[in-house]
């Protein structure tokens, strides 16, 4: 593309968007409308920095920021100003480092804490923050990271009390598939504090979860896996090559407790391939919590865990790909102590 056709595109786009921010102005008794202008400018500027950086030379950023958080616009509205936001912030590293501020941070936090607010909202919200954490070296500032991690954390307790593990015929299927898919939200989100790359302050910080994280290994269930998998994440990411945070994890009990989750589910790895899977899934994230570690892996000795990890080695249900992983843990377990196979 020519410099004078570029320089026309540029000028259609501009004018696009000052019509769409006019639109999400002058259109508040029109929420349809407003949604729609919002969908419109994440289709936009989706991947597109230099679009991005035209909205935000013309205050759209700040309007539709402001617009998330407004108490006169419809429910939905804010949730879809709050993805628009995601893509701006995915798409624009000054749009990125403009949203990564403590009002930011308070804001997102009053929409979890409020009861009547949909979960719907309070997920695009988390995935909002999950955008702002990822790769930005502004979020390893110390408070700004206590900032985020609180959040998180509120979020934990958020779904803690709106109990995703509830077995009462009260939780109805689809708030419950919602709340898993926060708590999926916010594990990511955890996980982008602690990691890509690795911090060691979140990684300290995230230890006042591990109580939480033990109950929710006690109480889960089979026929719940979509919430085994973001904790898993949450736990490797975590203790990932800082031994005292993986002393931590064993000290908090979390890490018997794993333990003997991998146990009961090998057990049947053989006839259940939902049982088969999440046992591998323990097994990758017993692997993070004991490298480097050996004391913590002598220590699980006492369950049995060598011959359950050969009993999932066996599983008709293993898929190849995942044998190496499984070898791997099994080499931990073993080196840790020198005792055999039958010793185990």
Request: hydrophobic share 40%; net charge negative.
């Amino acid at each position: 593309m020519n410099s004078e056709k570029a320089a026309e595109v540029k000028v259609t786009i501009r004018t696009d968007l000052s019509l769409l921010l006019e639109c999400l102005k002058f259109q508040m008794k029109c929420p349809d409308l407003q949604k729609q202008a919002l969908l419109t400018i994440h289709s936009i500027c989706e991947r597109r920095e230099d679009n991005v950086d035209l909205l935000r030379e013309m205050g759209g950023v700040s309007f539709v920021y402001n617009l998330s958080k407004s108490s006169v616009v419809r429910s939905d509205v804010k949730e879809t100003a709050l993805f628009t936001l995601g893509t701006l912030a995915e798409a624009n590293v000054y749009c990125k480092n403009y949203l990564c501020r403590k009002e930011t941070f308070a804001d997102l936090a009053g929409l979890l804490l409020k009861e009547d607010v949909p979960l719907t909202q309070k997920r695009v919200s988390v995935y909002l923050l999950s955008v702002l954490v990822a790769n930005n070296s502004k979020i390893k500032d110390e408070l700004k990271l206590q900032e985020c991690l609180s959040y998180l954390f509120n979020s934990i307790h958020f779904c803690r009390t709106t109990s995703p593990l509830s077995t009462e015929s009260t939780l109805r299927a689809a708030n419950a598939t919602q709340t898993f898919q926060l708590w999926a939200s916010v594990s990511s989100a955890l996980c982008g504090c602690v990691n890509n790359p690795q911090n060691e302050e979140g990684q300290r910080i995230c230890v006042a979860a591990f109580v939480i994280i033990k109950v929710w290994l006690q109480q889960i269930v089979l026929l719940r896996p979509e919430i085994f998998q973001p904790i898993c994440s949450f736990i490797a990411m975590t203790v990932a090559n800082n031994s005292s945070v993986q002393e931590s994890f064993s000290a908090s009990g979390c890490l018997d407790t794993l333990a003997l989750v991998l146990v009961r589910l090998a057990s049947v790895a053989d006839t259940s391939l939902m049982s088969c899977q999440l046992s591998v899934t323990i097994s990758k994230t017993l692997s993070a919590c004991m490298t480097e570690n050996s004391s913590l892996a002598s220590g699980l000795s006492q369950y049995g865990v060598v011959s359950h990890l050969f009993t999932l080695l066996v599983s008709p249900h293993l898929d190849p790909e995942d044998r190496l992983s499984v070898l791997l843990t099994l080499g931990h377990c073993t080196e840790a102590s020198g005792k055999t196979h039958e010793e185990w």
